[in-house]
């Protein structure tokens, strides 16, 4: 079974830094692109960056430039570095992968930028 776990949010000011991590397990890790969504209050989730199983990446125009996503096969972890944070960025950040056609989704790690 397909499991998604995230971690590494929190409580950071305008213009700090967070890395977060997510740990995939149940499938083959290797093979599957990954991708970070986030949600704020009363938003829709969006898309935040994606890396293929090759390790290509792409970003969202409001994030480029300040967040970085990679991934550690040997880990089955994807982590997306964030800097340069605004306030605009506080939201659930979650980690996603489609397989077989179904979207899987973790719990999900809060993300909060505020002085």
């Known amino acids: 079974q397909v499991q998604l776990a995230e971690s590494g949010g929190g409580l950071v000011q305008p213009g700090g830094s967070l890395r977060l991590s997510c740990v995939a397990s149940g499938y083959f890790f290797s093979s599957n692109a990954m991708s970070w969504y986030r949600q704020a209050p009363g938003k829709e989730r969006e898309l935040v960056a994606r890396i293929s199983s090759g390790g290509s990446p792409n970003y969202s125009d409001s994030v480029k430039g300040r967040f970085t996503i990679s991934r550690d096969n040997s880990k089955n972890t994807v982590y997306l570095q964030m800097n340069s944070l605004k306030p605009e960025d506080t939201a659930r950040y979650y980690c996603?992968?489609?397989?077989?056609?179904?979207?899987?989704w973790g719990q999900g790690t809060q993300v909060t930028v505020s002085s």
């Open positions: 996603n992968t489609l397989r077989g056609g179904v979207n899987y």
